[in-house]
């Protein structure tokens, strides 16, 4: 089973920031990649798919790269909807997501 | 509109049933492979089930294996979730999700249902 690793845990940053965001994966996944977006009480949100391509809709703020085991989700400039928990996924054999990272304001 | 709606939650004894729903409208529900995940109060997100589009091959995560049951009926857009032998550690808000493709990560959730496993 490929473990999903997310840091850090909490990351505090003002609106305007840049935002940093880890995944590694315990072996390569390729670019088998996705981001999703959660805030409280709602759904989650896909973001990025194949470590790097935007989701329907989603703005040019939210960036992914990576490949292999290490992936970076990047906000460019935190704009106040933007606080909220994030969470990688792969699929290998079946789906598994990271714990997640909260971006809280500082 | 594109949504999924699920129902069937709610408060159940440990070792009883459940069996939740998942209505898909907007889409070729057959064309699309389809997911139960799962969140624990304050916790992360946890997959729990796959079915493929056509019904035919299912996979569950060890959590759910022996005990949980994915099943479709495309003839009416709906998604089943047959939970037996419930414990504790399974209450948690339950999401249906499509795949956005084959094995493509999920593009579209519901609202969630939740299910409380207690005495």
Do not use: H
């Amino acid at each position: 089973e490929i473990v999903l690793t997310q840091s850090p845990a909490t990351l505090s940053l003002s609106p305007g920031e840049r935002a940093t965001l880890s995944c590694r994966a315990s072996q390569s996944i390729s670019t088998c990649l996705a981001w999703y977006q959660q805030k409280p009480g709602q759904a989650p949100r896909l973001l990025i798919y194949d470590a790097s391509n935007r989701a329907t809709g989603i703005p040019a703020r939210f960036s992914g790269s990576g490949s292999g085991t290490d992936f970076t989700l990047t906000i460019s400039s935190l704009e106040p909807e933007d606080f909220a928990v994030y969470y990688c996924q792969q699929r290998d054999s079946w789906w598994t997501f990271g714990q997640g990272t909260k971006v809280e304001i500082k | 509109e594109v949504q999924l709606l699920e129902s069937g939650g709610g408060l159940e004894q440990p070792g009883g049933s459940l069996r939740l729903s998942c209505s898909g409208s907007g889409f070729t529900f057959n064309s699309y492979g389809m997911n139960w995940v799962r969140q624990a109060p304050g916790k992360g997100l946890e997959w729990v089930s796959a079915i493929s589009g056509s019904g035919l091959n299912t996979y569950y995560a060890d959590s759910a294996k022996g005990r949980f049951t994915i099943s479709r009926d495309n003839s009416k857009n709906t998604l089943f979730l047959q939970m037996n032998s419930l414990r504790g550690e399974d209450t948690a808000v339950y999401y249906c999700a499509k795949e956005g493709g084959y094995k493509q990560p999920f593009d579209l959730w519901g609202r969630g249902t939740l299910v409380t496993v207690s005495s």
